[in-house]
């Protein structure tokens, strides 16, 4: 056994996801288009909000730049486009300048210190975002007071206490600071030769990697939302764990009657601060958590290519993954499994006495 004795450079929020996340999950510009149409009418559903009502409305949205786009394509009157990337913004104000396009205003900016010229928001579209903030208070107290009146926020966040996210919190602690996405491409593509699944390795080096990342409750942005006086819906399911097929992520609307009525006093506690994922585990969890913890602070012991093959083969536990039958050359199909939780947590603990095994020899 041996340990490498270089760290790799810290990555950097205002160049990680250009470079090293979207570069995979957008790598087909027409299927990353068709998918956020998808995503954004499937959102705006879940709140009962229609296409028809977003005619005559100023959305503020903050990302890669693509639901930008779609935005626009349902008839918003005007899109404000944030990233903390140069390289988002130039790909965006290329498109809007190619298309002639006139109503999306987009520029470069850390959320959490300006809005840029973002102001009059009817919708502020908050997806994927929030639980990579280090300052949240900062974002919510510019974002606020730029509301309009009778506009909406809506967030959706990173759920503490699902398998995915529960799995990826203890994941971290091996890979930050130590590992970087050449090495977690190494390690898939040795795992998974045949074929190359950009949306799982992009959200394996997003989960991984990413510098900042959180996971919340539902309760915290109700309690915000009731100490500000704002209206709000949510229809997550309350639960502290559940390891069954339950979204990694969940949504919530705030209502804002009028911005000027918001109390600035009122601090943002709730929402400011992450829920740490060692609330009332099950004696089972616990045990499993305690297991995986051991395997994760022993691999500082062996070379970076060991660790990186370790962790990239847990995470195939994390997330769906493109199946490929490499005999055939097709595309392998799964059917559901009623027993989920069960099984998760049973190939959980198999894997880390196969893993622990391995290393040893």
Known sequence: MWSDPELPAQLAMTEFYAEHVHSHIHADPQQTLQKYRRRICSELAKFDISIEQLRDK??????????????QELGCRQVYHLDIN?????????????NGIKNIISEQADISCSLGSAHHIDLAFVAGVYHHLADREGFLGKLLPNMAANSDILFRVYRAGTWSRWLVAMLRTASIGRLTPE?????????????????FVGDLIDDLLTPQWLAFRPQQFIADAKR???????????FDFDFSDQDENFRVKWHIDDPVAINPSNR???????????????????????????LLASLSHYPKRDAATVLVALYF???????????????????????????????LDH????FRDWLSQ
């Not at 140069?86 to 190619?98: G, P, T």
């Not at 090495?183 to 949306?199: F, G, I, K, T």
């Not at 400011?272 to 585990?281: C, I, K, L, R, V």
């Not at 199946?323 to 998760?344: E, F, K, M």
């Open 228 to 238: 500000l006086q704002l209206q709000w819906q949510c229809s997550a399911a309350a």
């Open 86 to 98: 140069s390289k988002h913004v130039d790909f965006l104000n290329r498109y809007i300048a190619e």
């Open 317 to 347: 536990l994390v997330r769906k993954h493109r199946g490929v039958d490499a005999y055939r050359g097709q595309i392998a199909d799964a059917t559901s499994n009623p027993n989920l939780a069960d099984w998760r947590i049973a190939q």
């Open 268 to 294: 943002l506690i709730a929402t400011g601060q992450a829920h740490t994922e060692n609330a009332m585990p099950t004696p089972q969890i616990a045990e499993l958590a305690g297991k995986l913890a051991k």
């Open 58 to 71: 100023t959305i503020l949205d903050i990302g890669s730049g693509w639901q930008a786009i779609v935005f």
């Open 351 to 354: 894997s880390l006495t196969y």
């Open 183 to 199: 090495q977690l491409l190494s390690a898939y593509r040795l795992l998974h030769p045949y074929a190359l699944d950009n949306q």
